[in-house]
């Protein structure tokens, strides 16, 4: 064997267990991640000083420079929460304050050109989530060419909180309320600077969230405050109707919704603090962090009594968010040149009614066309008629909505709904694809999710989904193959992408539409 060869052979061997690569410049300095299996990956890089002290409840403030190489080989903090035991993505770091990082995954051979680049958002109800968990790695979308990137934003009353001291404090001209949607906003404006270093290409940035990252995907769609910093964009069950987050306000109180500044006052009241002024913001600021989370998180987020409530959420603020996203929709404003939306076969709802006249009642006049479409078998289940009705109104008709509203302004709307349930939780999952069981399939993270149950059909399932997406941040086209299988949608269709639960994934006229159209005649 050569020399040669033999640093060939040896390189190959430190690369397939994992070395350092080479180090990047960015704009703040030099970071050094590590490669594996022809991806290299760079955790907890700051975007952001951390949102500490007198940072809190501020905008985020461009991370000091470092004079160092940093290592950038395990994540950063998760954003401080309380965490939810069920949680389908549980985290991989503990939680703190200090948490404004972000993570990059890239292919490991230089390429000619700059690569496409896609950044995920994950949900959590804005209350809990993180990028650190095993099922939101980036390797994969990686080995498909893509420069994969996910970061942190402030949650729960760290990151959506109104007090009248903090409007005093800001002034007219400062921006208030939404903190995390800020850290959204600073993101996005590090990978444009950024992430020409990492080999991709700022004028080509696909986002991508679920849930409260689909809700996230609708304001940064829709604020002008995120003008320009991307390309495309895709919902995954994110609604799309006003109802989902609501219309609070930040210092106006509506009926059933007070303004974050009196939910910020209740709050401040919990913990003994008083007043309206800077004093009262300086005690707010020392409090310790466990004490502002004080349990919250998605189970318990929601108060009985709204006027009493301590925690509100994303609200109009204002600068970033004008009015609700599908408001703006119907005005034609998307900052996406092309959008990729859809919904989960079981996805989430509220219950909607405890009996089936409670649940009906919304219907109005066309409870008989109601009762054929939810229970055409004449079950009179209340618990299944309930849920698909809140399911549906919640993710499943906002996500035809948006795609026909955006369709309507002139640009491609690729609209899905994704089906398939992974074999070995058939027998736990008999009703369909629960909320978020789609992402392990989407990002092609189903081996650390699923482990020794992965059966080949779901792999395979992983691997069409997965290239859904990286030829959706492409080309702004999920389609694959010759022939493209999955039209864009028109705003009056009535049919849907469907990752099917037996057969291939394929474009079908959608099955649901009598329920999709009596939710939208019922959401006028």
């Given at each position: 064997?050569?020399?040669?060869?033999?640093?060939?052979?040896?390189?190959?061997?430190?690369?397939?267990?994992?070395?350092?690569?080479?180090?990047?410049?960015?704009?703040?300095?030099?970071?050094?991640?590590?490669?594996?299996?022809?991806?290299?990956?760079?955790?907890?890089?700051?975007?952001?000083?951390?949102?500490?002290?007198?940072?809190?409840?501020?905008?985020?403030?461009?991370?000091?420079?470092?004079?160092?190489?940093?290592?950038?080989?395990?994540?950063?903090?998760?954003?401080?929460?309380?965490?939810?035991?069920?949680?389908?993505?549980?985290?991989?770091?503990?939680?703190?304050?200090?948490?404004?990082?972000?993570?990059?995954?890239?292919?490991?051979?230089?390429?000619?050109?700059?690569?496409?680049?896609?950044?995920?958002?994950?949900?959590?109800?804005?209350?809990?989530?993180?990028?650190?968990?095993?099922?939101?790695?980036?390797?994969?979308?990686?080995?498909?060419?893509?420069?994969?990137?996910?970061?942190?934003?402030?949650?729960?009353?760290?990151?959506?909180?109104?007090?009248?001291?903090?409007?005093?404090?800001?002034?007219?001209?400062?921006?208030?309320?939404?903190?995390?949607?800020?850290?959204?906003?600073?993101?996005?404006?590090?990978?444009?600077?950024?992430?020409?270093?990492?080999?991709?290409?700022?004028?080509?940035?696909?986002?991508?969230?679920?849930?409260?990252?689909?809700?996230?995907?609708?304001?940064?769609?829709?604020?002008?405050?995120?003008?320009?910093?991307?390309?495309?964009?895709?919902?995954?069950?994110?609604?799309?109707?006003?109802?989902?987050?609501?219309?609070?306000?930040?210092?106006?109180?509506?009926?059933?919704?007070?303004?974050?500044?009196?939910?910020?006052?209740?709050?401040?009241?919990?913990?003994?603090?008083?007043?309206?002024?800077?004093?009262?913001?300086?005690?707010?600021?020392?409090?310790?962090?466990?004490?502002?989370?004080?349990?919250?998180?998605?189970a318990t987020m929601t108060a009985p009594d709204p006027s009493k409530a301590?925690?509100?959420?994303?609200?109009?603020?204002?600068?970033?968010?004008?009015?609700?996203?599908?408001?703006?929709?119907?005005?034609?404003?998307?900052?996406?040149?092309?959008?990729?939306?859809?919904?989960?076969?079981?996805?989430?709802?509220?219950?909607?009614?405890?009996?089936?006249?409670?649940?009906?009642?919304?219907?109005?006049?066309?409870?008989?066309?109601?009762?054929?479409?939810?229970?055409?078998?004449?079950?009179?289940?209340?618990?299944?008629?309930?849920?698909?009705?809140?399911?549906?109104?919640?993710?499943?008709?906002?996500?035809?909505?948006?795609?026909?509203?955006?369709?309507?302004?002139?640009?491609?709307?690729?609209?899905?709904?994704?089906?398939?349930?992974?074999?070995?939780?058939?027998?736990?999952?008999?009703?369909?694809?629960?909320?978020?069981?789609?992402?392990?399939?989407?990002?092609?993270?189903?081996?650390?999710?699923?482990?020794?149950?992965?059966?080949?059909?779901?792999?395979?399932?992983?691997?069409?989904?997965?290239?859904?997406?990286?030829?959706?941040?492409?080309?702004?086209?999920?389609?694959?193959?010759?022939?493209?299988?999955?039209?864009?949608?028109?705003?009056?269709?009535?049919?849907?992408?469907?990752?099917?639960?037996?057969?291939?994934?394929?474009?079908?006229?959608?099955?649901?539409?009598?329920?999709?159209?009596?939710?939208?005649?019922?959401?006028?």
């Open positions: 064997m050569t020399m040669m060869r033999f640093l060939a052979t040896a390189t190959i061997g430190l690369w397939l267990s994992g070395v350092q690569a080479a180090p990047v410049a960015t704009g703040l300095g030099l970071v050094q991640g590590v490669g594996s299996a022809g991806v290299e990956s760079f955790k907890g890089i700051p975007f952001a000083q951390p949102p500490v002290g007198k940072l809190r409840w501020r905008a985020p403030v461009t991370a000091s420079r470092w004079s160092h190489v940093l290592k950038a080989d395990h994540f950063g903090h998760d954003c401080m929460q309380f965490p939810f035991p069920s949680d389908a993505a549980p985290l991989g770091v503990a939680p703190a304050e200090d948490c404004l990082y972000l993570n990059i995954w890239r292919p490991a051979t230089a390429s000619g050109s700059p690569r496409p680049v896609l950044v995920w958002i994950y949900g959590g109800g804005f209350v809990n989530g993180g990028s650190s968990p095993a099922v939101y790695d980036g390797s994969e979308l990686a080995r498909q060419g893509i420069v994969f990137v996910s970061f942190n934003y402030r949650l729960g009353r760290f990151g959506f909180f109104g007090h009248p001291a903090l409007t005093a404090e800001a002034g007219r001209k400062g921006l208030l309320g939404n903190y995390g949607y800020m850290d959204q906003i600073a993101a996005l404006k590090w990978v444009q600077q950024n992430i020409r270093a990492f080999g991709g290409d700022p004028g080509q940035v696909t986002i991508m969230g679920e849930s409260a990252g689909g809700a996230s995907v609708h304001m940064l769609m829709t604020t002008p405050l995120a003008a320009g910093l991307f390309r495309n964009a895709m919902v995954m069950s994110g609604g799309g109707r006003s109802y989902i987050l609501g219309e609070r306000r930040l210092s106006e109180d509506l009926p059933g919704h007070p303004s974050a500044e009196t939910v910020g006052m209740n709050f401040a009241a919990s913990v003994g603090i008083k007043g309206r002024d800077a004093a009262a913001l300086k005690r707010l600021r020392a409090l310790p962090a466990e004490q502002v989370v004080a349990g919250l998180n998605m301590t925690y509100g959420g994303p609200m109009v603020d204002g600068r970033i968010v004008s009015m609700p996203a599908d408001a703006l929709y119907a005005k034609g404003q998307s900052n996406a040149k092309s959008v990729m939306v859809g919904a989960n076969g079981a996805d989430i709802g509220f219950a909607s009614g405890d009996t089936l006249d409670a649940v009906y009642a919304r219907f109005g006049s066309h409870r008989a066309e109601a009762e054929a479409a939810y229970d055409p078998a004449h079950s009179g289940s209340v618990a299944r008629v309930s849920h698909d009705v809140a399911m549906d109104t919640l993710m499943v008709e906002p996500a035809r909505f948006v795609a026909r509203l955006i369709a309507r302004s002139g640009r491609p709307a690729f609209l899905y709904r994704f089906s398939y349930v992974a074999e070995s939780m058939r027998g736990e999952w008999p009703d369909g694809a629960p909320h978020a069981t789609d992402i392990p399939f989407f990002l092609n993270t189903v081996a650390a999710k699923y482990g020794d149950q992965l059966t080949p059909r779901d792999a395979a399932m992983a691997r069409l989904a997965a290239t859904a997406v990286a030829n959706f941040a492409k080309h702004g086209n999920p389609n694959w193959g010759a022939e493209p299988g999955w039209p864009a949608s028109q705003p009056d269709d009535a049919g849907i992408f469907d990752f099917s639960l037996n057969g291939p994934a394929r474009w079908i006229a959608d099955p649901w539409k009598a329920r999709m159209d009596l939710i939208a005649a019922s959401a006028q």
